[in-house]
């Protein structure tokens, strides 16, 4: 089995066949890539030299020329193939390749989502515009099978009857205004009746005789005499105690 170890005897024939002090062969340390850290201590001397000679290069072309060398740019205006450089890793390598790609990548999910809502938006108005022409036919159809009903007519407006007829408050004149302080000089005389006094109060004038009428204007008018003295009197002291006071 290849990955069991031979024997001894097997070991020593072979080693005695092949003999010693050979040429190295195609598997050498001579052949094997150096490390990039390895490389960059054992050419330091030619890496700085060749940095040295980029840098006055840079100086003499001017700030646009190294702008534009360090962004991978020629005068033409055609970008540089990307590659990869000696002793650069493949996963260094692989990001740069992504950072160059970035910006195409993102324009293009641009686009797409562009085209997709504009898509997705003309759809939806497809439907709509689909469904108002299914609800204006529907709404038509039944239109024409839905038979037209007679408008009710309105009957004519009611006239007043006693538009002509003369008011109460019309015909009841008002009395003046009370003011502040006034005093009564006689009490009220009622020539007609107040409102919602019925008529059978009025018929009582009719007991009366002429002469019992006419005492009661008498003692009707005695009454407001003896109240107006009352009052006379009443305002004849009220001075007088001005008087005394002051």
């Known amino acids: 089995m290849p990955h069991k170890k031979a024997k001894r005897t097997t070991r020593d024939r072979l080693r005695s066949e092949t003999g010693t002090d050979l040429a190295p062969g195609k598997d050498s340390l001579r052949n094997e890539p150096i490390p990039k850290s390895a490389a960059r201590v054992f050419n330091s001397q ?19 020329a190294a702008k534009k060398q360090k962004t991978g740019k020629i005068t ?10 000696p002793g650069e890793s493949i996963q260094h390598f692989n990001r740069r390749v992504e950072d ?35 609800q204006s036919k529907s709404k038509a159809k039944e ?23 003369q008011k109460e408050f019309q015909s009841v004149s008002s009395s003046a205004p009370r003011r502040l302080n006034d005093v009564a000089q006689a009490p009220p005389e009622f020539k007609k009746l107040l409102r919602g006094i019925t008529s059978a109060i009025g018929k009582r004038d009719g007991v ?16 407001i005499a003896r ?20």
Do not use: C, W
């Open 208 to 223: 009366l005789s002429m002469a019992q009428k006419v005492m009661m204007e008498q003692e009707r008018e005695k009454a």
């Open 143 to 165: 239109e024409e099978e839905t038979p037209k009903k007679p408008q009710p007519v309105s009957p004519p407006p009611e006239t007043d009857k006693f538009k002509d007829r």
């Open 46 to 64: 030619a890496v700085r030299d060749e940095f040295k000679l980029k840098k006055r290069k840079r100086e003499e072309e001017g700030e646009q």
């Open 76 to 85: 033409n205006n055609k970008s540089v193939a990307l590659k990869i450089q």
């Open 100 to 134: 160059d790609l970035r910006p195409l990548v993102k324009t293009a999910v641009q686009t797409s989502r562009a085209v997709a809502r504009s898509t997705a938006k003309a759809e939806h108005e497809a439907r709509i515009e689909a469904k108002k022409a299914r």
């Open 227 to 246: 109240y107006r003295d009352l009052k006379a009197s009443m305002r004849k002291n009220g001075d007088l105690g001005d008087k005394d006071d002051e």
